[in-house]
């Protein structure tokens, strides 16, 4: 289930019975109460605001079976931000893994001086580009493709806002809906210790304030 009609399908290009890709709004899923024992996510629970995660979450418990469990990947952000300077260290010498890597670390970094969590993606693209003002030198410092630097701009005139919070913070909001969360971490893909798998086992009958 995705907002966007592209994503959903380009994702589920053979849909059946048991695979159905659907356009909806997370916070308003077209679907009964306690339907499913597993809510998956990848990635979902930071794609929207932080504000807006008590109404997604509100919504994941409703369509889950009583002791339902939530199953989801999270970015989250280290307790201390890191600096500009270490991550323009870390490119020259080839330890950053990935474009897509590079990204988010900028984009987790400009939270240091912020009160919560969330990043709009016009700005972690602005920041990249000053950061990084010329992709041909980034490719090469790099030997990434130009074509996956050029990804970025995607976020041009994009309103999307994203989270990226620190595990601590992920797993205490959870709890306000599940009995049991717990934080996995594992992987071994550029950034793999920033993104632990949340299992949130036990949907409670109603939200706790």
């Known amino acids: 289930m995705d907002a966007s009609f592209p994503m959903v399908a380009a994702l589920w290009k053979h849909g059946g019975?048991?695979?159905?890709?659907?356009?909806?709004?997370?916070?308003?899923m077209p679907i009964g109460p306690r339907t499913f024992s597993h809510v998956l996510g990848d990635g979902s629970l930071n794609a929207v605001r932080w504000s807006v995660l008590p109404a997604m979450l509100d919504e994941v418990t409703r369509v889950l079976r009583p002791r339902g469990t939530l199953i989801a990947r999270v970015?989250?952000?280290?307790?201390?931000?890191?600096?500009?300077?270490?991550?323009?260290?870390?490119?020259?010498?080839?330890?950053?893994?990935s474009f897509h890597a590079l990204k988010w670390r900028v984009a987790m970094s400009m939270l240091s001086d912020e009160p919560g969590p969330d990043?709009?993606?016009?700005?972690?693209?602005?920041?990249?580009?000053e950061a990084y003002p010329d992709r041909e030198e980034l490719c090469r410092l790099t030997g990434w493709a130009r074509a996956e630097v050029d990804t970025l701009d995607v976020y041009e005139s994009s309103d999307a806002i994203y989270n990226f919070p620190t595990e601590t913070m992920i797993v205490a909001l959870?709890?306000?809906?599940?009995?049991?969360?717990?934080?996995?971490?594992?992987?071994?893909y550029p950034l793999a210790e920033r993104c632990p798998i949340i299992v949130a086992r036990n949907a409670l009958p109603a939200r706790r304030v």
């Open 17 to 28: 019975p048991s695979r159905l890709g659907v356009q909806a709004d997370w916070t308003r």
């Open 75 to 97: 970015f989250c952000r280290p307790q201390t931000a890191e600096t500009a300077e270490n991550i323009r260290r870390d490119v020259v010498h080839r330890q950053v893994g």
């Open 119 to 129: 990043v709009a993606v016009t700005n972690v693209r602005r920041a990249m580009m």
């Open 174 to 188: 959870l709890r306000r809906w599940f009995a049991d969360v717990e934080a996995i971490d594992c992987g071994n």
